[in-house]
């Protein structure tokens, strides 16, 4: 096999694994799949028509996404999504976002720049013409990616889009408690907030979706 010919089978196979990881985690995403429920490779390579090498390494960056894990004598599982878990993912994502709020305070104040807003304010208006849930909370995302950006912290930046497929998660779990103009609303203060109070404003904001799902 040529240089050429061996570059395009990885090509194919990175594409294949890209195509099985996306499907399983919009399945999980979605709700299609509930938590601790089984990914069976075999089925999942007869479903893509793809090897159980492409499958296996779909699974593996869905555990590294924490939207699967590997169990010893159980195989591959949809993670399950418990109390434990949803308190280690809000403290994890409080230090990131209020510490990246707090930086951005300090640096512009209460009243930041427009460059600076905008992304935020960008989302927002794409929130407000969502269609459906799965769209708005991956607008959802993007308008707290936005407002972490402001650190200009590349670290914080990288550690928080690291867990986008968890916060995901947690809308999914999160949803029944909104209506996507109430979760719009709920934003729109948002911005307002972190720039006149700073990280108090996000932190409140944090520790109220945590408080409809994590405490007994």
């Known amino acids: 096999m040529s240089r050429t010919d061996a570059a395009a089978d990885e090509v194919r196979n990175a594409t294949a694994v890209d195509r099985v990881a996306d499907a399983v985690r919009d399945d ?3 709700g299609r799949l509930a938590p ?4 069976r490779e075999e089925a999942a390579a007869a479903q893509y028509a793809v090897s159980r090498h492409t499958v296996r390494a779909a699974f593996q960056r869905l555990a590294t996404e924490r939207l699967a894990v590997a169990l010893p004598y159980r195989g591959v599982r949809v993670a399950a999504f418990d109390r434990e878990a949803i308190l280690a993912l809000h403290q994890y994502r409080s230090a990131l ?3 990246a709020i707090r930086i951005a305070s300090e640096r512009y104040g209460t009243t ?10 960008a ?4 929130f407000a013409g969502c269609a459906d849930w799965v769209e708005a909370e991956r607008v959802h995302l ?12 590349p670290r914080i930046m990288e550690a928080h889009a690291a867990i986008g ?3 995901l998660l947690f809308l999914l779990h999160v949803r029944p408690h ?12 948002l911005i307002d907030g972190v720039q006149s109070r700073g990280a108090d404003a996000i932190r409140e904001h944090l520790a109220h979706s945590y408080g409809l799902l994590g405490e007994p």
Do not use: C, N, Q
């Open 112 to 121: 930041w720049p427009e460059p600076v807003l905008a992304p935020a304010l």
């Open 178 to 189: 909104y209506t996507l103009e109430s979760l719009v609303a709920e934003h729109r203060a």
């Open 123 to 126: 989302a927002l208006e794409r």
């Open 36 to 39: 601790d429920a089984p990914l």
């Open 165 to 167: 497929s968890e916060i």
């Open 97 to 99: 976002e209020v510490e």
């Open 142 to 153: 993007d308008l707290h990616r936005s407002l972490v950006a402001a650190s200009e912290s």
């Open 28 to 30: 999980i995403l979605s």
